[in-house]
């Protein structure tokens, strides 16, 4: 061969090493990441926790520096055991990391996020607040007195918490003559609770959840017209079941954020149903929940309501999860339900109530602190560090 046409070849050969060797670091990069992440995060909380293993024992006490005046710190009001803070989920085939306060408030930084729905929506906030308080201590910045709508601001890290009291998700009325009156309770059940609704354009991650209340009676509205109700003696209105209400508070809220013109890139969990432990009667029977170890897989019994009530939710999350996808809403399921079918042992029971309120109805349906509802916020930073890594395998894609 010639000395010109080696000259040409070895020409040829280094402008092809050239133009190929970025996209092929970029192909490594993405393949990297791609094994290395879940496909989508519904994938992920199935590793972590629908294919499980039963609680494992933790070695220490979780530390909670600030839950003294809460009424769900079980210690400080006479439960005299202890054992229930020291067990935690352990997922099949992986490690689900402690909680590390300051990595999640990284994740976190100049984002607002906010919890909407009931009483274990605000029972998850408190558990946030005190997992982040062994790093940070944040200000009450609440711009009202009612308890419910809590807003906590982390001033170095410019991160705010906010509690949004929404039982139904949906628009309510109530026409009793003193207060809240269960058998006078109207729900619109296609228009979204203006508590939260109004409020969620500012939010960058929202944790919804709604349960218990959809088991009390009311009437259901749409197109501001009667549709049914549950549980009520009216007569010639139909009476549908609690999943009616329930799947269509939530179908109103998840169509919400779709129809929010400015609502993109932003982050929607829902926090599937919580299961109470009432045993040997229901809540106002004389039922409670005194177990003091989690129940093993082998002998979890997984009542046909749970599973209705979660498959609502869940049917209802696929629905509108491709479409979200298509306006930049990333919807994301954060799966607790397996997980706390097993903890009947981390309810209050009789220990959570003030000196003046009554002690012989059990509570079996909120969550100790420390307890098993520190488990939901491991899920959701494990998910958040998730996302991290999925919008930079993402960003690498696009250039490559």
Known sequence: MKSKEVEQLHSGKDILFKSLFFPILVLVL???????????????????????????????????????????NCMKFG?????????????????L??????????????????????????NQM??????????????????????????WLYTEYNFTIAALWSPHL??????????????????????????????????????????????????????????????????????????????MAFRTAFR????LKNYNNKLVFLRTFSPAHFENGDWDKGGSCVRKKPIKKQEMKLDKYILDLYMTQVEEFKEVKMEGEKKGLRFRLLDSTRAMVLRPDGHPNHYGHWSQESKTLADCVHWCLPGPVDTWNEFLLHMLSMEELNLAGKKLQKHA
């Open 30 to 72: 993405i393949t990297t990441l791609y094994f290395y992440l879940p496909h989508t995060s519904s994938s992920l909380m199935s590793d972590i926790d629908m294919r499980s293993n039963d609680s494992a024992p933790l070695n220490t006490t979780p530390l909670h520096p600030s839950i003294n005046d809460s009424i769900m």
């Open 79 to 95: 439960r005299p055991d202890s054992d229930f803070m020291k067990w935690r989920w352990k997922p099949i085939e992986c490690e």
């Open 97 to 122: 990391p402690l909680f590390d306060a300051k990595q999640f408030l990284e994740l976190v930084r100049g984002k607002t996020l906010a919890f909407v729905g009931d009483s274990l929506a605000r």
């Open 126 to 151: 408190q558990s946030l607040v005190c997992l982040l308080a062994i790093t940070a201590n944040p200000v009450d910045v609440s711009t009202t007195t009612d308890t419910r709508f809590r807003r």
């Open 170 to 247: 949906v628009r309510t009325q109530d026409d009793g003559p003193e207060g809240y009156n269960a058998n006078n309770l109207k729900l619109y059940l296609d228009e979204a609770d203006e508590a939260w609704a109004v409020q969620i354009e500012n939010v960058d991650i929202v944790i919804i959840s709604a349960s218990q209340w959809f088991f009390r009676p009311f009437i259901g509205y749409e197109r501001g017209l009667i549709v049914g109700c549950h549980m009520c003696s009216e007569r010639n209105i139909r009476n549908f079941s609690t999943y009616y209400g329930f799947r």
């Open 256 to 259: 919400t954020f779709l129809s």
